[in-house]
């Protein structure tokens, strides 16, 4: 499946260089909490598990199905920033009309993960 010919789903598992080493069993453990936590939270704003590989999550070669970030809070910061910069406004209180629609992301975002938080919040 595919997003304007990129892929929609990644496939994450512990790397090859952890398997064989003493990070072995948290890197394990770590993809196995993850699993079990994204099982049971449903939020259009959170990340979905898809599906994991059948078998034993202690073998090589287990897997997770998640959605794909096409960008993480930090990286998509500084995109922002940078379009600020380029367009030479710094951080205003009020919406500058050239970068109305920057400002609209913005916010948009700042909702998305506050309503995100509020799901967990209310599904400990």
Known sequence: CSR???PI??????????????????GIFDLNIEAQFLKKISHPNI?????????????????????RLYYILDEQIKLWSRKIYKSERFFTLSPPKRNGELWLQRLTTVCEISDALNYLHKNK
């Not at 952890?18 to 072995?24: A, V």
């Not at 598990?49 to 199905?65: H, K, M, Q």
């Open 4 to 6: 304007k010919e990129e």
């Open 9 to 26: 789903y990644v496939m994450k598992q512990l790397r090859a260089d952890l398997f064989h080493s003493y990070n072995r069993e948290r």
């Open 47 to 67: 990340i979905k598990l898809r599906g994991t590989a059948d078998g034993d999550p202690t073998r090589n070669g287990y897997f997770l199905v998640l959605d």
